[in-house]
């Protein structure tokens, strides 16, 4: 597809910007589109996912037919089988009449299941059905109906690590994923973010009436380097804020940073507490501050090897008191305040001198009498994390008197799962 072709479907759909990732998934969109084929949408919330699938619709052959976005999130697990697939009258308490689903509603048109992952394990199963034979069921009913929808789908969280929690079913993730399309966030189109703010900025000028906000150089460098954690949502939410309350058009930088969150700029380790250095005063940078912390602990990471050196070289107790209480800056948060001044911390750091908990006085170390060692067994505790794993799912069977389903529900897994497990532990016949 050539560049002319990307650009004249932005025009068409309000789509703006140039970045690669960008025109990379407009692109797979518009060859996509004249197809069949299902279509899992990845992105951020806010990044302009529900455009996409408009842009498959309206190329495709169905563009004639009725196009449904549905938020899966949005609906109650109770209702969401009737709100797609409909229902019979007397199916459940309220049904005073049959209804059409959007399945049947939308026959020969396309629906967006928006995100696909909150969709309830109940219905991912009709859905699966629906996606394979075409055919579908409504609630109260045994007739089977066929549809003829395309479904396009979109999600913001990763469908595998649900898989894997037991919360998506497998075989419906790779029914969707026929041909994946990732949309980028907004913080890495780079120049795209400004050209975004502009238009926003010019379409909330005409709706109040007022002149456009424009930002100075400064303010466009501040913008940019902005994380956005909602995306064009977000930024959309800044320009029109700006264009209510700014008094003056032209803004710079000190007049944007109210709207920019400070604990969204960045991400990176600063210093906090008194001895923290003033970094605008000093002159540090970010990139600064993540170095000064790296040497200092390397530097402390240096003194405490040294020190635990000589204490095992067989330092006396005296004389290791003393050596704790010249390096105490290393064990800031291990002793209670005032312990290596006042003599306590052989307490902390050493270990128990010989007859230390008798009654009498313990003996001085030259005059220490002969500790004979008593010999005595200690069973390991196993870290094996298979070991572990078959030993809870015993547990489980034997709460729930060996009913897999409740067993996998206590678990937090799938039925499938469990199943799977017990073959790879040789448990099948508990």
């Not at 759909?13 to 949408?41: C, E, H, K, R, S």
């Not at 898989?163 to 120049?191: S, W």
């Not at 940073?257 to 210093?271: H, I, K």
């Not at 499938?416 to 508990?430: A, G, N």
């Amino acid at each position: 597809m050539t560049s002319s072709e990307i650009q004249s479907i932005k025009l068409r759909f309000g789509i703006i910007g140039n970045a690669p990732t960008l025109n990379y998934a407009i692109q797979v969109a518009a060859q996509v589109a004249p197809t069949d084929m299902t279509v899992l949408i990845t992105g951020e919330s806010g990044s302009g996912k529900e455009s996409f699938s408009k842009i498959i619709h309206a190329l495709s052959p169905r563009k004639h037919g009725q196009f449904i976005a549905i938020n899966c999130g949005a609906i109650p697990e109770g209702t969401i089988d009737s709100e797609l697939f409909g229902h019979e009258k007397g199916s459940f308490t309220g049904a005073n009449e049959a209804r059409k689903g959007y399945f049947e509603v939308t026959n020969g048109g396309t629906i967006f299941l928006d995100e696909i992952g909150e969709m309830p394990l109940g219905t991912q199963a009709r859905l699966l059905r629906v996606l394979e034979n075409g055919e579908f069921i409504r609630v109260g009913s045994s007739k089977v109906q066929k549809t003829d929808v395309r479904v396009v789908a979109a999600t913001n969280v990763n469908l595998l690590d649900r898989v894997q929690a037991g919360t998506f079913r497998e075989d419906l993730y790779y029914r969707l994923n026929t041909v994946p399309i990732t949309v980028p966030p907004l913080r890495e189109r780079g120049e795209d973010i400004y050209l975004l703010f502009r238009k926003f900025a010019s379409d909330a000028a005409e709706r109040y009436r007022t002149r456009p906000i424009t930002l100075l150089p400064d303010a466009v460098q501040a913008l940019t380097r902005f994380r956005f954690p909602g995306n064009i949502r977000q930024l959309k939410n800044i320009a029109e804020q700006m264009s209510v309350l700014e008094t003056e058009r032209e803004v710079d930088a000190r007049r944007l940073a109210p709207y920019l969150p400070q604990d969204q700029v960045s991400r990176l380790p600063m210093l906090l507490g008194p001895g923290a250095p003033d970094t605008a005063a000093a002159g540090y940078s970010e990139r600064d501050l993540l170095y000064k912390i790296l040497f200092d602990m390397r530097r402390d990471m240096t003194d405490l090897k040294k020190m635990v050196l000589e204490l095992a070289t067989g330092q006396r107790p005296h004389e290791a008191q003393e050596l704790l209480r010249q390096n105490s800056h290393l064990f800031n948060n291990t002793a209670p305040a005032g312990a290596f001044e006042s003599g306590q911390s052989s307490e902390y750091f050493l270990p128990a001198a010989p007859g230390s908990y008798n009654s009498e006085p313990a003996a001085s170390y030259d005059d220490e009498a002969p500790v004979e060692d008593i010999p005595h067994e200690t069973e390991e505790e196993t870290l094996s994390l298979d070991v572990k794993e078959r030993e809870m799912i015993l547990k489980a069977l034997k709460k729930h008197n060996n009913k897999r389903k409740y067993a996998a529900h206590d678990l937090g897994i799938s039925e499938r799962t469990l199943y799977r497990k017990l073959k790879q532990y040789d448990l099948e016949q508990v």
